[in-house]
T-cell receptor, first 114, second 113 residues
Framework: KAGVTQTPRYLIKTRGQQVTLSCSPI?????VSWYQQTPGQGLQFLFE???????NKGNFPGRFSGRQFSNSRSEMNVSTLELGDSALYLC?????????????FGPGTRLTVL | DQQVKQNSPSLSVQEGRISILNCDYT??????FLWYKKYPAEGPTFLIS?????DKNEDGRFTVFLNKSAKHLSLHIVPSQPGDSAVYFC????????????FGKGTKLSVKP
């Protein structure tokens, strides 16, 4: 089975712009979670989608949003980019999103905001 | 407030010896714990997990121990190999957390030949 894929792998944007990142889960996986990794804060949960619905959300401002499509693919969007949004954005998929379902991560999208 | 703590930012071990990585947690609701390994420029790779109803789980060279009373878990790698050099993350969650893994900040393991 193919793993979790994320596109693009690298992105450079300027402050004030918006960005959309894409994630394709492992075939058969219906839950997708997004995380932000920064050197200072580590890995932090952004949100989780299951069956096109956001079921859980972390402590991030409303500029961070996401969606999930009927084929379980997911996108996250960050509007009005700030310098502090520079990070590695990771998505992870699992079968149903139960807390005992293993989450498998993609390679991440490295976002740099100038 | 950090709910999952990995107090050792780095660990250096000789090839063939045991590596022990430690993790502490504060939230009593956590009942499922995982370890991930991460190489630079890659996403975390799942290693091993343990439910709170167990105190030990083994998978090949990797063993995770859970001490619920101390809210402590550890990952043992025996024998350590140079390819094990990576950052190791401890993560935890609980029923109803729905996709939200709480991660520690990681321990960088270096295995020297």
């Amino acid at each position: 089975k193919a793993g979790v894929t994320q596109t693009p792998r690298y992105l450079i944007k300027t402050r004030g712009q918006q960005v959309t990142l894409s994630c394709s889960p492992i075939s058969g996986h219906r839950s997708v979670s997004w995380y932000q990794q920064t050197p200072g804060q580590g890995l932090q949960f952004l949100f989780e989608y299951f069956s096109e619905t956001q079921r859980n959300k972390g402590n991030f401002p409303g500029r961070f949003s996401g969606r999930q499509f009927s084929n379980s693919r997911s996108e996250m969007n960050v509007s009005t980019l700030e310098l502090g949004d520079s990070a590695l954005y990771l998505c992870a998929s699992s079968l149903e999103g139960h807390h005992t379902d293993t989450q498998y991560f993609g390679p991440g999208t490295r976002l740099t905001v100038l | 407030d950090q709910q999952v703590k990995q107090n050792s930012p780095s660990l250096s071990v000789q090839e063939g010896r045991i590596s022990i990585l430690n993790c502490d947690y504060t939230n009593s609701m956590f009942d499922y714990f995982l370890w991930y390994k991460k190489y630079p420029a890659e996403g975390p790779t799942f290693l091993i997990s343990i439910s709170s109803i167990k105190d030990k789980n083994e998978d090949g060279r990797f063993t995770v121990f859970l001490n619920k009373s101390a809210k402590h878990l550890s990952l043992h790698i025996v024998p350590s190999q140079p390819g094990d050099s990576a950052v190791y993350f401890c993560a935890a969650n609980y029923g109803g957390s729905q996709g939200n893994l709480i991660f520690g900040k990681g321990t960088k393991l270096s295995v020297k030949p």
